[in-house]
């Protein structure tokens, strides 16, 4: 048996930066972190390893983390049977990857925690989520599973290696097969819209039933079909849905912020936990519907977020954390709920009474004797019923900072921060928020500092260790920032940034079998296969981003490569979208830019004026590219016709290969803009 670690001295976990993994650090299981040593452990042993895979502010790992891996008997049966190695999936989300499709492919649903069993060589055999300490529930207790598994490998080796084998196989060829190119258009667009409006929940907006999770990327698909159709009805189903998260519990209402998602289909109950990556969308949605509607409710929902993102998640590097955990002293959404009781001793009882009334909170309470504040009731608010509650809500804020607050995982990844920085400086302009700018550029600037080698991105930073190299995912997020920025500030180093960044990607992530991209560096080491999978997570795939970075690189830098590269990869990715439509709608939603950007060329030294006209427009379908003279752009830049002939100081619309006549007068962008697509 190996030696355990006692509930008084760490083990090896106590030396690893991650929060997950620190979390860990006193289990009395012989923990490995995922590397060279432990595999090279379970060679020298010859015994399979337990994978088990989760992350800070996940609910579930905590409840198999106390059930089981803080057990002394059932880390006794682990440290016997097997190495134990524990991976933190935000740090590793290649790992994870490996091996949730993994369990896929046995049939099996995914999520966290991730327990799988595997070779010593890391090649997966079997495995599962959540298991419990004893069996109930038709699910067999946890030592027994590891028992069963431990027999087989010693017993029936050539069952285990046939499974292995099968399985590896599958994993190495999936998403490799070559269709003939695809042709997909605006109209077949429109269709694939269609569809995904009928899935919509008419009442309380989100796809129909619980748990309802934001899906960023499917509304961002439908508001781009508004764009297209010029149709309200997308708009509605887009502002149906974020109006009922802004009013529910999935959002803090004293503290601002959104949870990962709602465990019924009210949108009342979240899973607590707020992650970085949810927020970075949500706050582009915000913005595009309070710039279309005006909305008072999707600004301040929007100001908020971005008050707890500052306040709470910015680290002193000017970068911004991961996530918040959902659990405290022990309890799932201790920190955020209160009892009637609670806002009596805190505000006066006509006080108590009036946001008691208004956020629906009662004696009984509206989750487990506790109430979730929110506004589902939908009562008539007055101006000054809003300044009331506002005054409020500043006083329970004040007296919850008090409480034991959840465990707040400060890794910086570039990924999530990437998403966070493109929303700050896309959001800015349509809330009225130029600040925001500022706080993008300083966590720009931290990743493209600290967590950059050369022109190489890492993945995670903490404590002064990076994980290296970075991921796919972190390029396509980091250079979607770069360009985000340069559009915003006509800064000429964020784009330098960017196009070295895709050199390196190319370099070191482009496949030229397929013409997509692996999720992993060609020089990335410990892993049984590169994962190739293109079907969106919680964030957009990295192909589908990577696909809108060429297209705006190819407008802002009149390089006709980045475009062909593009057609290239939308080459490799529509025969796998095609077949199945809503795990690639990020796909869709590059293929939109492709077909309508607007290209806003700006010359001259009135630039800014124009800018700020053209940066006010959504910026889901229009690049604003801003040079001082026609000589910067492209000879084959479609507007250099039009420039040549124009005064020194001229704005011009492009569409496709078409561009129109030079604009004299910022207010007319949008309607030449809306006459260039028609």
């Not at 009781?341 to 509206?366: K, T």
């Not at 964030?539 to 390089?559: E, F, K, V």
């Not at 830019?593 to 010359?603: E, G, P, Y």
Request: with cysteine; charged share 25%; net charge negative.
């Amino acid at each position: 048996m190996a030696n355990s670690a006692s509930p008084q001295r760490p083990n090896r976990l106590a030396h690893e930066t991650s929060p997950y993994l620190l979390q860990h650090q006193y289990n009395p299981v012989d923990w490995w972190a995922w590397g060279p040593d432990a595999l090279a452990e379970a060679k020298r042993q010859n015994k399979p390893i337990l994978l088990s895979v989760g992350y800070a502010a996940c609910h579930w790992c905590h409840v198999m983390a106390h059930e089981s891996f803080e057990d002394q008997a059932t880390a006794a049966v682990m440290n016997e049977l097997f190495v134990n190695i524990k991976v933190d999936r935000e740090e590793r989300p290649d790992i994870d990857q490996i091996y949730m499709h993994a369990l896929h492919l046995l049939g099996e649903q995914g999520g966290w925690p991730l327990t799988m069993f595997l070779m010593p060589d890391g090649k997966p055999v079997w495995g599962g989520t959540y298991f419990p300490k004893e069996s109930r529930y038709g699910r067999p207790a946890f030592t027994t599973v590891c028992r069963e598994i431990a027999r087989l490998f010693r017993e029936e080796p050539q069952r285990i290696s046939q499974n292995r084998d099968a399985l590896l196989a599958r994993l190495a060829n999936d998403s490799r097969s070559e269709g003939r190119p695809v042709t997909f258009t605006s109209a077949d667009l429109d269709s694939a819209a269609a569809q995904l409006g009928r899935m919509i929940d008419p009442t309380n907006g989100g796809l129909r039933g619980a748990p309802k999770f934001p899906q960023s990327t499917m509304l961002e698909n439908l508001w781009r079909a508004g764009l297209r159709r010029n149709d309200e009805r997308f708009f509605d189903l887009v502002e149906l849905s974020l109006e009922r998260m802004a009013s529910g519990g999935i959002y803090d209402h004293l503290g601002g912020g959104f949870s990962r998602y709602s465990v019924d289909e009210r949108w009342l109950v979240p899973h607590f936990e707020k992650m970085l990556y949810d927020n970075a969308q949500i706050l582009e949605l915000l913005a595009l519907a309070y710039e279309r509607s005006g909305r008072s409710l999707f600004q301040a929902r929007a100001r908020e977020t971005v008050a707890w993102l500052t306040r709470e998640m910015r680290t002193s590097t000017g970068a911004f954390a991961a996530s918040l955990d959902a659990d405290s002293e022990g309890e799932e959404g201790k920190f955020y709920v209160w009892t009637l009781d609670q806002l009596q001793q805190i505000l006066d009882p006509r006080d108590a009474e009036f946001f008691a009334a208004h956020y629906d909170v009662s004696l009984a309470g509206n989750f487990e004797n506790h109430n979730i504040l929110n506004q589902l009731n939908d009562l008539p608010r007055s101006i000054d019923d809003e300044d009331r509650l506002a005054a409020l809500r500043m006083k329970l804020l004040e007296a919850r900072a008090h409480r034991v607050r959840p465990g707040l995982d400060d890794k910086i990844l570039a990924d999530w921060n990437g998403l966070m920085i493109a929303g700050l400086a896309n959001a800015s302009t349509l809330i009225g928020e130029p600040g925001w700018i500022e706080f993008a550029a300083q966590a720009y600037d931290f990743v493209a500092g600290t967590m950059t080698r050369g022109d190489r991105i890492g993945h995670a930073w903490r404590d002064g260790q990076l994980v290296y190299p970075g991921l796919a995912s972190d390029f396509a997020s980091m250079v979607r920032a770069a360009l985000s920025l340069h559009e915003a500030t006509g800064r000429p180093t964020y784009l330098t940034d960017a196009i070295r960044w895709q050199s390196a990607l190319e370099n070191h992530y482009g496949d030229a079998e397929s013409s997509r991209y692996f999720l992993t560096a060609d020089d990335a080491q410990d892993l049984i296969v590169r994962p190739h999978s293109t079907l969106d997570e919680a964030i957009p795939n990295h192909n589908a981003l990577i696909a809108q970075n060429l297209i705006r690189l190819s407008a802002l830098t009149g390089d006709d490569r980045w475009r062909a590269r593009a057609d290239q990869l939308f080459d490799g990715l529509l025969p796998l979208a095609v077949e199945n439509l809503f795990s690639h709608v990020s796909v869709l939603n590059a293929l939109d830019l492709r077909l309508r950007a607007a290209s806003i060329v700006i010359a001259g030294s009135r630039s800014t004026e124009f800018a700020q006209t053209a940066c006010a427009m959504p910026y889901l379908d229009r690049i604003v590219v801003r040079i001082a003279t026609p000589d910067q752009l492209s000879a084959h830049h479609p507007a250099q016709a039009e420039l040549k002939t124009a005064p020194m100081e001229a704005t011009v619309v492009c569409v496709g290969e078409r561009c129109s006549l030079p604009i004299d007068q910022p207010d007319r962008i949008p309607a030449v803009v809306c006459e260039m697509r028609h």
